[in-house]
């Protein structure tokens, strides 16, 4: 019968191997975490729910994204835009006023802006 030997180089491999296979996995779960938003991405998300929700006409789900009593509504009667654009301007820290652009076709384009707080809670504070 022959006895088994450990061969000094094919451990050193098999633990390098299992070295890089953990590593990969660790690379591969850290991948997966998203990066946190900026304040800027942060305000340009509640902005497109926002939309969403004013293209369905859904005054519930636009008042869940506000700061407390919604200072202005959304536009149901207007549905069917074609396309919409947001303009992010920073304001003080935290805070920015984002302009909606929907356009229509055969509607002049419709202006909204939004005023977004993005310090502490994410929310529209006011609809003009």
């Excluded at 450990?6 to 070295?19: E, K, M």
């Excluded at 519930?60 to 835009?81: E, I, K, P, Y």
């Amino acid at each position: 019968m022959t006895a088994l030997r450990s061969v000094p180089g094919r451990a050193a491999s098999r633990n390098t191997r299992a070295l890089a296979a953990a590593a990969l996995l660790a690379a591969g779960l850290t991948a997966c975490v998203p990066a946190p938003q900026s304040p800027e991405d942060q305000a340009r998300d509640i902005a497109e729910r926002w939309v969403a929700a004013s293209d369905r006409g859904d005054e519930d789900s636009a008042q869940a994204l506000s700061c407390g009593a919604m200072l202005g509504g959304v536009n149901g009667d207007t549905a069917g835009s074609e396309s919409h654009a947001l303009a992010i301007t920073p304001q003080e820290d935290g805070q920015f006023i984002v302009t909606v652009t929907k356009s229509y076709p055969d509607y002049p384009d419709l202006v909204t802006n939004l005023a977004v707080r993005t310090d502490g809670e994410l929310c529209v504070s006011w609809v003009r």
